[in-house]
C-alpha cells in the first residue's frame, strides 16, 4: 500500500481505478464521488512518463513511482477505518451507524410532510443522510428528508447515511391508504427495532393480528390468547406493518426487525 498524507480536505465517498499502462502518457482515470457531499474538492489521477500522479482540485498532491500493479484509490481520514463496500470506499467514523428507521406516514396529493429517521446507535459519529425517491413524479423528497405526493400512485423512499455506507432506511408511500396514522395512534407496539418478540397493545379487543411486507404480502397471522405478544423468529431484517382487527376497524402500524 502506498500512503500519502494530504493537507487537511473535506470529502465523503469515492472511488478510482487505476491500471499500470506504460507508455499511455496523460491518461486520465476515473473516480467515484458525490460532487455536492464531497464540496467540490476533485480527485483525480493521470499516467505520466514518470509515475501516477495524483491532483486535488488541480494541485499535484503526490507522485506515485515504480512498479505497480491494478490499484483502487480513495481519500481517507488518518487513523480512521475506510470500508470497501463494492462499489466505493467510505469512513463511517469511529461510531458507524447500524440502523435507519424512518416513520411511515400517509401523504395526499398535494400535501407535504417531513419525514422521521431514527439513527441507532445515537451517538453514531455520521448522521448527515442522503435522501431519494423510486419515483420523484409520484413522491419527491428534498435533501433536508421532506416529501411532497404530486399524484396518486406509489413510491419507495431511501435514506442512506452520507458516507456511502450499505445501511439504509426505507418507507414506503402507498398508493393503497393502508397506514391510517389517526386511526392507528392507540395501536402501541414495541420494541421497535424488535429481535424475537413484539408487543402489542391496543383498547379495543383484538381479533386478528396478521405481519405484512411493505408490499402489501401477507407474512402471517396470530390470533390473540391474551400475551399481547408475537413471535417473530421466521422474521428477517427488514421493515414491516402490523395490522390489528377489532370491531371497530382496522389498526396498522410499521415496526422494524433487527436480527443479531
Known amino acids: 500500500m502506498n500512503y500519502f498524507q494530504f493537507p487537511a480536505i473535506k470529502t465523503t465517498a469515492i472511488r478510482m481505478d487505476v491500471v499500470n499502462d506504460p507508455g499511455k502518457s496523460s491518461r486520465a482515470f476515473s473516480a467515484y464521488f458525490d460532487e455536492e457531499l464531497s464540496a467540490g474538492y476533485f480527485l483525480r489521477c493521470r499516467r505520466e512518463e514518470d ?3 495524483l491532483f486535488v482540485d488541480d494541485v499535484n498532491m503526490a507522485n506515485v513511482k ?3 500493479g491494478q490499484s483502487q484509490v480513495g481519500l481517507v481520514t488518518e487513523n480512521l477505518g475506510a470500508t470497501y463496500n463494492g462499489m466505493l470506499f467510505y469512513q463511517s467514523g469511529s461510531v458507524p451507524v447500524s ?3 424512518i416513520d411511515q406516514v400517509a401523504c395526499g396529493v398535494g400535501q407535504s ?3 422521521n429517521a431514527a439513527i441507532q446507535p445515537v451517538n453514531a459519529t455520521n448522521q448527515i443522510l442522503y435522501w431519494e425517491s423510486s419515483h420523484p413524479a409520484v413522491v419527491s423528497v428534498t435533501q433536508d428528508g421532506i416529501i411532497t405526493r404530486h399524484t396518486t400512485g406509489y413510491a419507495r423512499i431511501t435514506s442512506h447515511v452520507a458516507d456511502g455506507g450499505t445501511v439504509k432506511g426505507i418507507t414506503e408511500i402507498l398508493e393503497t391508504g393502508l397506514f391510517n396514522p389517526d386511526k392507528s395512534s392507540s395501536f402501541i407496539i414495541y420494541p421497535n427495532p424488535a429481535e424475537d ?4 397493545s391496543l383498547p379495543d379487543l383484538i381479533k386478528e393480528f396478521s405481519i405484512y411486507s ?3 404480502e401477507k407474512l402471517s397471522d396470530h390470533i390473540p390468547d391474551g400475551s399481547n405478544k408475537v413471535y417473530l423468529r421466521k422474521l428477517t431484517s427488514g ?3 402490523a395490522m390489528a382487527k377489532t370491531e371497530n376497524g382496522i389498526y396498522t402500524k410499521s415496526f422494524s426487525v433487527l436480527k443479531n
Do not use: R
Open 66 to 68: 515504480g512498479n505497480w
Open 113 to 115: 410532510l417531513k419525514l
Open 99 to 101: 440502523t435507519i428507521v
Open 197 to 200: 418478540v413484539l408487543n402489542y
Open 214 to 216: 411493505l408490499l402489501g
Open 239 to 241: 421493515i414491516y406493518f
Open 51 to 53: 509515475g501516477l500522479h
